[in-house]
């Protein structure tokens, strides 16, 4: 295996799904308008309730945490929507690349937008509320960037591998499953005061540990031992099941004649 036949697949998948953005007009609303409405209703409500700076520093963080995961997934999951939007999807599969070219090269430009929204919304968030979010530091930030980056991936991925199984029915996991993940993740409370069966489920979602361990720096107590490690150990684990459970996916595709369904 050559670096070579590995990046030029790769950077093919990124360069469409860039060239794809950029012309739809949708693209902006994605990466500016919905971000940017986020933080300053969440960060104004935080206003009108009263909340202390570090409560406040809590809910923004978990806004933060939604515009960039859910920007950076819906990049991943464009990998197999665009195909059945354009009834292309046999001809995807039928380019010499492999399931991680698609999935990789589409998120390395998930991994763009969402740095690019962090970086308006930290701004946004320091003038407007004086909420600084490189005051951790940054391996701290490092850290946090990192989980919302290896949990869009996962959760993009199988958003592809629904997408592949059921068609134009799943279009709808590829924005109800980010928020899903996120509201079991504690994006605006702890998982403490979540019932333990629930809690018990957001135990086993990466997200979970890094919000916890960026939001220690803020004056809240950490909930759980090593969580950056825990994230990074559980993003590993649900990497490799996604592409595991895409390309099930495609292979059952093919054998129902799916694939062929969803193409012209």
């Not at 407007?128 to 949990?151: K, Q, S």
């Amino acid at each position: 295996m050559s670096w070579r036949a590995e990046l030029l697949p790769t950077y093919a998948v990124a360069a469409r799904n860039l060239v794809m953005g950029v012309r739809n007009v949708f693209f902006f609303f994605e990466l500016l308008f919905w971000p940017i409405v986020g933080v300053l209703s969440i960060g104004l409500m935080t206003r009108f309730l009263g909340l202390t700076p570090e409560q406040g520093a809590f809910v923004l963080v978990g806004t933060l945490a939604l515009s960039i995961v859910n920007v950076c997934q819906l990049e991943v999951a464009y990998a197999m929507l665009l195909d059945v939007w354009s009834k292309s999807v046999k001809h995807q599969f039928m380019a010499p690349i492999r399931i991680r070219h698609l999935t990789v090269g589409s998120w390395l430009i998930g991994v763009l937008r969402g740095f690019v929204i962090f970086v308006l919304l930290a701004a946004l968030a320091a003038w407007a509320f004086d909420f600084h979010v490189l005051r951790p530091g940054v391996v701290a930030v490092t850290a946090f960037l990192a989980g919302c980056f290896l949990t869009s991936l996962v959760v993009g991925v199988f958003v592809c591998a629904l997408v592949t199984l059921f068609g134009t029915r799943a279009e709808a996991f590829a924005w109800a499953s980010v928020n899903l993940v996120l509201v079991l993740a504690g994006i605006y409370y702890p998982v403490s005061v979540l019932p333990k069966p629930v809690a018990a489920i957001a135990a086993a979602i990466p997200l979970t540990y890094f919000l916890d361990a960026y939001r220690s720096h803020f004056g809240f107590r950490s909930e759980f031992a090593a969580p950056v490690t825990t994230g990074l150990a559980l993003s590993a684990v649900y990497v490799v099941l996604a592409h595991w459970a895409f390309r099930a996916a495609i292979e059952r595709a093919r054998q129902t004649g799916l694939l062929l369904k969803m193409s012209e």
